[in-house]
């Protein structure tokens, strides 16, 4: 399961899907309209969940993202890979409105333009952000870390004091599934295993039942079985959610994603499926540093 993303991968036949008679480089459109359930609330009539158009941010001049064009469908399980500095974890700042681009569109569904809404109203339009690093309230038990995470909160006390609803404890219990954390409900969050807080927040996550779930290098430092078992979550959620998921190694890329973005530079150089991306020209002289 587990490879870096150094030259090797990219010669590495690994176990991918039968190539495809049609080999031509795909666009994000071809994926659009793989998802069945949308949320409340968001127009996605077109299919289409997150659009970006020639979206640029600079940084003293410098510009970590340099017209970028991703489109990403309702449902669909997208991954995002590139070298150190390509503007994958700036994208992702981009999209939840820590950063804004000095030019360029950003729609979540038809009509919500993200570039005009703070990081707040954005998280509650249903964009939820997995960081690398677990963030769970260690000095609580699982089950105290979801209930927290519950949309209806609004204050970290009056949620823990508040009855739940038997629909809240269902969701909880369901998550709790999803996540493979059931017999550790009340286990202290501190102790569980790098995996398991991974886990965790994602199911915090998940009870605000975002939309779009952005992850950003979600299986470094984990297991192999908890590597697979990310895997295997992930393309659960793919379909009821719409995700995009930015990571290095490329078995776990390879086991989940049927359409993979490479970035470069700040630009989208290649998308297609990873064995596409894996024989295009640029992408290899890219990893190769030639
Ligand atoms: N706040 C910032 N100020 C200046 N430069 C930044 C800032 N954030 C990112 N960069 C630069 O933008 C480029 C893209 O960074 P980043 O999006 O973190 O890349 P990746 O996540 O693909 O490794 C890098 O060259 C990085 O140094
Ligand atoms: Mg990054």
Request: hydrophobic share 40%; charged share 25%; glycine share 10%.
């Amino acid at each position: 399961m587990r490879v870096t993303a150094t030259a090797e991968f990219m010669l590495e036949p690994a176990f991918f899907p039968p190539l495809e008679p049609n080999r031509d480089q795909g666009s994000s459109r071809d994926a659009i309209g793989l998802g069945q359930r949308v949320g409340p609330g968001l127009d996605t009539r077109h299919g289409t969940i997150l659009t970006l158009e020639d979206i640029s941010v600079s940084f003293d001049g410098f510009k970590a993202l340099n017209d970028l064009n991703l489109y990403i469908g309702v449902g669909e399980l997208r991954c995002i890979i590139g070298p150190n500095g390509a503007g994958k974890t700036t994208l992702m700042d981009v999209i939840t409105g820590k950063t804004r681009p000095s030019h360029g569109k950003a729609w979540f569904g038809e009509t919500l333009d993200l570039t005009q809404m703070s990081e707040v109203q954005i998280a509650q339009a249903g964009i939820g952000r997995k960081f690398q690093k677990p963030t769970v309230f260690e000095a609580l038990s699982v089950f105290e870390n979801l209930e927290l995470a519950q949309k209806t909160d609004k204050s970290v006390w009056a949620s823990l004091r508040a009855r739940l609803s038997g629909e809240q404890k269902d969701r909880i219990s369901e998550v709790l599934d999803t996540i493979r954390l059931t017999s550790s409900v009340n286990r202290p969050a501190g102790l569980l295993s790098h995996g398991q807080k991974q886990f965790l927040e994602i199911g915090m996550l998940l009870m605000q039942d975002p939309q779009l779930l952005l992850l950003d290098e979600p299986v470094a430092g984990m297991t192999d079985a908890e590597t697979e078992f990310t895997a295997e979550l992930f393309k659960n959620l793919a379909g009821k959610h719409s995700l995009m998921v930015v990571e290095q190694d490329m078995g776990f890329v390879g086991a989940i994603a049927d359409h993979v973005t490479v970035l470069h530079q700040g630009a989208v150089l290649a998308e297609g499926s990873l064995e596409q991306v894996q024989d295009n020209e640029r992408v290899i002289e890219v990893y190769l540093g030639r």
